[in-house]
């Protein structure tokens, strides 16, 4: 990886994080870039593989698809599993599997550097304080972005130092591992996405019989061969039918 390409992804993932300061604003930036599946298909894009940049960032953004977020608790940092995981699993020619147990570790370094960094920038809600109480109403103007400066130092250079001199790093660890360890590897990172995904249905299925919506959908895809587009066509119909006739259970659909 050379070094234009790690100062854009450090860059992507500056952007892509939250609190981050976005030219297309929140929606744009951390709702948008920082999502796995976007942000892998930039990465294949700086690296000249968009493809596998998609195939990785759809396996990541099934890992942390059922990551949720409660109040100012943070369960995994995504920017740093996706923007550091994803470059390093391309240039070490790694499996999805791989990438997935490496976005996995990497999410929670990332998770304590993010603590690390509202912690730090608490201490300016106090240099704000003692502005207003001096009347230095510039002074209070310009905390906030001596605060983002700090967000910005603790995003963009521990992914483009990762970035840039880390790639050498990890083709190496990856062609030192032997096989056996590979492929447990392997095995433990295919079972992180369904991780994920068995979060996000277990909040959306509220009765017990929509689980058999779950069952078909699996085997019309894995059994009979049937195309994902045409699952999610029966998937629509089925939960049409499902929502217009649930009044006999007590539900209301006004």
């Not at 976005?22 to 870039?33: E, N």
Request: charged share 10%; with cysteine; proline share 3%.
């Amino acid at each position: 990886m050379n070094l234009i390409q790690a100062i854009l992804i450090a860059l992507l993932g500056y952007l892509g994080a939250k609190w981050s300061i976005s030219p297309m604003g929140d929606m744009g930036g951390y709702w948008t870039i920082g999502r796995p599946l976007v942000a892998g298909a930039l990465i294949g894009a700086i690296l000249g593989d968009v493809q596998q940049g998609v195939i990785l960032g759809c396996a990541i953004n099934a890992l942390f698809i059922g990551t949720v977020n409660v109040g100012g608790v943070t369960a995994n940092d995504i920017n740093f599993g996706t923007f550091i995981g994803i470059p390093l699993a391309m240039v070490a020619k790694a499996s999805v599997e791989e990438a997935c147990v490496l976005a996995a570790l990497l999410g929670q370094l990332g998770l304590f550097i993010w603590n690390f960094t509202k912690i730090i920038n608490v201490t300016w809600i106090r240099v704000i304080d003692k502005k207003l109480e001096a009347g230095d109403l510039d002074g209070v103007a310009n905390a906030p972005i001596y605060g983002q400066v700090f967000h910005f130092l603790l995003r963009f250079i521990p992914i483009f130092v990762t970035c840039y001199y880390g790639s050498t790093l990890m083709e190496g660890i990856m062609t030192a591992i032997p096989a056996w360890l590979t492929g447990i590897v392997g095995i433990l990172g295919g079972m992180l996405p369904l991780i994920g995904f068995v979060l996000i249905i277990k909040t959306c299925i509220k009765k017990s019989i929509h689980w058999l919506y779950f069952v078909l959908g699996f085997m019309l895809l894995t059994n009979f061969g049937v195309n994902i587009l045409t699952v999610l066509v029966v998937g629509l119909v089925l939960a049409t039918i499902d929502f217009n006739y649930s009044k006999k259970d007590g539900v209301t659909n006004e």
